[in-house]
């Protein structure tokens, strides 16, 4: 008998164990899938809900470890495209990442079971300020903020010009939050709790939502600027094929035939991505080889050298191959583009060799002058991770 008790107790822990991963798991596609598809942005809303389930009845430990799982789950579906630069540098950054979501589980356990009201505000404060640390500490890492999986939710939105990315953040885990408590209450039948967690939503999210449909409702008339013609050219080379030898003169070629392409349409300024000449750039005169026959503006990324530096580097080139402006990058990706803290921890070098790109001095500001007219614009460039910013 004893036996048996002890078998039943060990098969429901395995089961209590395999609901909380999965809690885990799906708590992490459901905030997965709207970076990956925009249109699905609700999903963000109650993305939480099931790992806030989990917290019934856990102890901190166990809380915090659920967190921390979820949160691997999540950023390893968010930024598996480092892989191809790095896999222990992508190991090292989703562990580090997690930890966020850990101390996010760490810190508000202990009010799960308080009935306050003001633990509707709390939660999504302690999410904001762990946003808020995550885009400045160690570099700064501000991907995938919860805010961001919004983007075409656009009535709502509307209040980051108020709030930033940190606004919709909020309101998206209080959403989260109170669909929680309002079940709990519903379940041990609290009305009068279940009424004041509504009205407390509502206070945030009515506002938002009108100040959305206001600011939508304006007419905004772009026709009195002056126009100039700009062509954007994606090569769309895979990570993977970037930077071997054979396939450079292929990704060149390629690059070379969509832009003669685009200069029939005579723009004013041609767009190439990020590090789209598959080579180290060392002088001028490679590049005056490459681009004597383009007879356009163009805007190109590229990996240039100098005095032994590598910098990830935007150039601005005329139709005579004449040089207008370099700008060199930033703010680098942490582990894709530079090991942080290198002198500090040196072995992180062995796990995650890559060589360091060098931090650029200052922001560049180009000057276009147009082909075909007398217009002239002023702009900067900013390369992949620095949008962010």
């Known amino acids: 008998m004893l036996r048996k008790i ?6 429901n822990y395995q089961l209590s164990v395999i609901k909380d991963l999965f809690s885990c798991l799906l708590s992490a596609l459901l905030l997965i899938l709207p970076f ?3 249109k699905l942005w609700i999903l963000a809303w109650f993305g939480f809900v099931p790992l806030f389930f989990t917290l019934n009845n856990k102890s901190l430990r166990q809380a915090v470890f659920l967190f921390f799982i979820t949160g691997v789950f999540f950023w390893s579906g968010v930024i598996y ?23 996010f589980g760490l810190v508000i356990r202990p009010f799960t079971r308080c009935s306050k009201p003001y633990v509707l505000l709390l939660i999504p404060s302690t999410w904001v300020l762990l946003e808020y640390l995550r ?16 983007y075409l939710n656009l009535t709502v939105i509307q209040v980051s010009d108020i ?6 953040s909020f309101l998206v885990m209080m959403v989260n939050a109170a669909i929680v408590e309002i079940i709990f209450s519903a379940r041990t039948r609290d009305q009068t709790r279940v009424k004041l967690i509504s009205a407390l939503l509502l206070l945030f999210l009515l506002p938002v939502l009108g100040y959305g449909y206001f600011s939508l409702s304006k007419n905004t008339d772009r026709s009195a600027g002056q126009l100039m013609r700009i062509a954007v050219v994606q090569g769309n080379i895979p990570q993977e094929l970037k930077w071997v030898n054979i396939a450079q003169g292929a990704i060149i070629n390629k690059y070379l035939y969509l832009t003669r392409g685009a200069v029939k349409n005579t723009p004013d300024l041609i767009i190439w991505p990020e590090a789209a000449v598959p080579y180290v750039l060392e002088n001028t005169s490679s590049v005056f080889a490459l681009f004597e026959k383009i007879p356009a503006v163009l805007l190109f990324g590229a990996v240039t050298k100098k005095n032994n530096l590598y910098y990830n580097s935007a150039l601005l080139y005329d139709k ?31 796990i995650a060799p890559i060589g360091d790109i060098e931090k650029g001095k200052d922001l560049e500001l180009f000057t276009l002058y147009s082909t075909y ?8 460039v900013l390369i992949c991770f620095e949008d962010l910013f």
Do not use: C, D
Not at 6 to 11: I, R, V, Y
């Open 81 to 103: 495209w480092l892989v191809h630069v790095t896999l222990a540098g992508a190991i090292i950054l989703i562990l580090y990442l997690s930890l966020y979501f850990a101390v």
């Open 163 to 168: 709030t930033g990315a940190y606004g919709v």
């Open 135 to 150: 885009a400045y500490l160690l570099t700064g890492f501000p991907w995938a903020l919860l805010g961001y999986s919004q």
């Open 6 to 11: 002890k078998k039943l107790s060990a098969f």
């Open 320 to 350: 005579n191959s004449l040089l207008l402006g370099q700008y060199n990058k930033l703010h680098l990706v942490p582990y894709g583009e530079f090991i942080p803290f290198r002198g500090i921890f040196p072995f992180l070098e062995y």
């Open 36 to 38: 990956n598809n925009g």
């Open 373 to 380: 007219s007398l217009l002239s614009a002023k702009f900067s």
